[in-house]
């Protein structure tokens, strides 16, 4: 797949000619993504990143890091923590920027080294595309856990969109098709993942983790912890 938000975030950087970032989707007009967004400090990060941040321990694995914004973070906290992410652009950025651990590879088929924290952030569960994806990768995450560790990653619950359009990528609601956009460059369709809380609970204790809701903020986001029951 083309590269098109490694490419986005990397003109912003290195200041070579950035453009608007679009977000397409199949059912409303399409989004202005401001690309800044993935190179925000603490300073303008919501209470419900902060809280996950702080939260974070041991060593931690930030899936899908971007632009390396929360690896940063955790790096100012004195935190042990590795860049995990699947934009070749995005992880050249991360390194000029002083990400010191990057692995890029996809978090489906990395099994390098384990963690105490498995963190997602910006709704970074959505990677999973859908439900069968979501319980495919609680499967998948059982071998990068040290014993004790947690995930953490943020949701939310998108019904309220839903008249009958939307979700129809799938069988349910927070099953949406997006598109980026940049210049004359444009990804495949992909489908992206918002999960309410009931069903995410049903499908990790399903897998066999235990679930923590710890925050729902004003933009009915919520961050989770998931651990394992087993331990």
């Keep these: 797949m083309t590269d098109v938000l490694g490419q986005a975030i990397a003109d912003f950087y ?4 950035p453009k608007k970032l679009w977000i397409n989707n199949k059912y409303w007009a399409r989004e202005d993504m401001p690309v800044k967004v993935y190179f925000r400090d603490e300073a303008n990060m919501t209470k419900l990143e902060l809280m996950a941040l702080q939260l974070c321990k041991g060593k931690i694995l930030d899936i899908g890091a971007g632009a390396g914004s929360h690896v940063l973070a955790l790096q100012q906290m004195n ?4 860049a995990l992410e699947i934009s070749p652009l995005a992880c050249e950025v991360m390194k000029a920027r002083g990400v010191a651990t990057i692995y890029n590879q996809d978090v489906f088929t990395f099994n390098n ?3 105490h924290t498995l963190l997602l952030l910006m709704n970074g569960i959505g990677l999973t595309a859908n439900l069968t994806g979501l319980q495919n990768f609680l499967q998948h995450i059982k071998q990068l856990l040290l014993p004790g560790g947690q995930l953490l990653f943020d949701s939310s619950d998108v019904s309220y969109l839903y008249d009958g359009s939307v979700g129809l990528s799938g069988n349910y609601f927070g099953e949406i098709d997006y598109q980026y956009q940049y210049k004359k460059l444009k990804t495949n369709w992909f489908t992206w993942l918002y999960v309410d809380q009931a069903t995410l609970q049903n499908i990790a204790y399903d897998a066999g983790f235990k679930t923590e809701f710890l925050m729902v903020d004003e933009n009915a986001q919520y961050l989770v912890r998931l651990t394992l029951l087993e331990q």
Aim: proline letters at 0%; glycine letters at 0%.
């Design 113 to 115: 080294e384990r963690y």
């Design 79 to 82: 935190k042990e923590v590795t």
């Design 14 to 17: 290195y200041k070579t000619e």
